[in-house]
């Protein structure tokens, strides 16, 4: 009887509990079980953003876009027209919001709300990162001409998210002149002023783009300096005996690319048995050559290196002497140009201001056209004028020295180095 008692009591119980349980099920409120989290995700790709909520039970979650307020989806329905949205849902507990292909637009908070009362609701973000790209119509284009001294602003302008840094490199690796007092490798900024640009900043420029989304993005933009020509003549004067070859040199600097020639008695030399000419060309610079084989006494006098191009015309002039042939075994002779030669190719060349001519239609310091060959007052004076350590000689042949000749070669070579041998009038001038 007793036992009978406590059985039902303890049924009793037992289907109270259960009752309780339930009712505490039905009454419980659904509650999110952990945070949105901020997705990352590069412009076109898909993304996913989960809302978990637990005890959801009759109740339903909507997902809005804060950004734009727009209710995206509600349950399963999708309610936006944007077909970019969709809804998938896992075991009841777990509700995706899909975003196919995203684009800027889509970027901002995203709330999940559950329609309890009051509502309850979390929100996370969507990032939309998109990659650099350099806008080339606000861009310079990818060639500019300048004229040398004059100031050039260089200009990259980038979108992308987040908002690109724009980085400026010389593309063979050199150094970029900031305001002309120091160099970097690379410059920071939309703009690259060179001011006062010089030829030796002429070249490709790579602007690149970079904000952390692979890939970055560059372009190039070739920086033509121009400037008239200026010739260089390292050897003004150049002795040789007849019945030689000689070769002799102008260097010059233009750009745009000059035409270059030379020019005897008012005639433009053209290559033929008599004459070769050789010009090697390296960015701006060239060097002009001009080989005149068997030398008679019709081929010594001036002749003239001509560089022109749209800016100017230049031009320098080498005068060719007749020296004695050599009397004495070959020994005591021969410092011939290839010695010449071999001689500049281990010196570096000497700065280029003091023998430079500039663009002139004449320059007073290097007379045209003289047959009368120089004495050896011009020469020390013409030595002396020559930078100091160039070791090149002009002359072919040193002959016999008297006394005063020695004594001034002497001088001469105490003040400047090795340069030229004296000329011996010999032969009636
Ligand atoms: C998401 O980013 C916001 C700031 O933008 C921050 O307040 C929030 O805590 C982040 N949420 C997560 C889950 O990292
Ligand atoms: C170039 O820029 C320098 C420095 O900014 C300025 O002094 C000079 O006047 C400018 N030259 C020209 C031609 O604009
Ligand atoms: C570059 O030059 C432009 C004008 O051409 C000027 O507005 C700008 O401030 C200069 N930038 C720098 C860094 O000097």
């Known amino acids: 009887m007793a036992d009978r008692r406590r059985r039902s009591r303890y049924l009793t119980i037992s289907v109270l509990h259960i009752i309780m349980i339930m009712c505490q099920a039905l009454t419980d409120e659904p509650r999110f079980a952990e945070p949105i989290p901020n997705v990352t995700v590069a412009l076109g790709r898909d993304a996913n953003l989960p809302c978990v909520v637990e005890n959801l039970g009759q109740h339903k979650v909507a997902w809005i876009h804060i950004d734009r307020q727009m209710i995206v989806t509600i349950h399963r329905h999708v309610i936006t027209r944007i077909p970019r949205f969709s809804v ?9 919001l899909h975003v196919n292909g995203v684009q800027q637009q889509d970027r901002g908070y995203y709330m999940c709300q559950v329609n309890t009362n009051p509502m309850i609701s979390q929100v996370g973000y969507l990032q939309v990162v998109v990659p650099p790209n350099i806008l080339d119509s606000m861009s310079t284009q990818s060639t500019v001409a300048v004229r040398e001294n004059q100031n050039i602003t260089l200009t990259c302008k980038a979108d992308g998210f987040p908002t690109p840094k724009l980085r400026w490199k010389r593309e063979d690796g050199q150094g970029i002149s900031v305001d002309r007092r120091k160099k970097v490798l690379a410059y920071e900024g939309e703009q690259l002023n060179l001011t006062r640009i010089s030829r030796t900043e002429m070249g490709a420029y790579l602007c690149i783009a970079t904000n952390g989304v692979p890939p970055s993005v560059s372009k190039r ?5 121009e400037f008239s020509p200026m010739i260089w003549v390292p ?6 005996p007849a019945g030689t070859d000689v070769t002799i040199d102008c260097q010059t600097e233009a750009h745009p690319r000059a035409i ?18 050789e010009t090697t060309e390296n960015s701006y610079r060239a060097d002009m050559k001009l080989t005149i084989r068997n030398l008679q006494p019709g081929d010594f006098g001036s002749y003239r290196c001509i560089s022109k191009n749209s800016l100017g015309e230049t031009e320098g002039s080498i005068r060719l002497y007749e020296i004695p042939k050599p009397s004495a075994p070959p020994k005591a002779t021969e410092i011939k140009s290839s010695a010449n030669k071999e001689g500049r190719k281990s010196t570096p060349a000497p700065p280029k201001r003091q ?6 239609p004449y320059n007073p310091q290097y007379p045209r056209r003289t047959e009368r060959p120089p004495t050896n007052e011009e020469q020390i004076v013409r030595a002396e004028q020559k930078p100091r350590g160039d070791a090149s000689t002009g002359s072919a042949y040193i002959v016999r020295w008297s006394a005063p000749q ?3 070669v002497a001088v001469q070579y105490i003040l400047t180095g090795p340069y030229m041998p004296p000329y011996i009038p010999q032969n009636g001038n």
């Open 88 to 96: 998938s849902y896992d075991n009841q507990k777990t509700w995706l």
């Open 406 to 408: 020695l004594m001034i």
């Open 355 to 360: 023998t430079t001519i500039w663009p002139a």
């Open 235 to 240: 050897n003004q004067l150049v002795g040789a």
């Open 260 to 277: 270059s020639y030379w020019v005897f008695n008012s005639v433009m030399v053209l290559p033929t048995k008599k004459y070769s000419t």
């Open 221 to 225: 933009i070739t920086v033509d300096v």
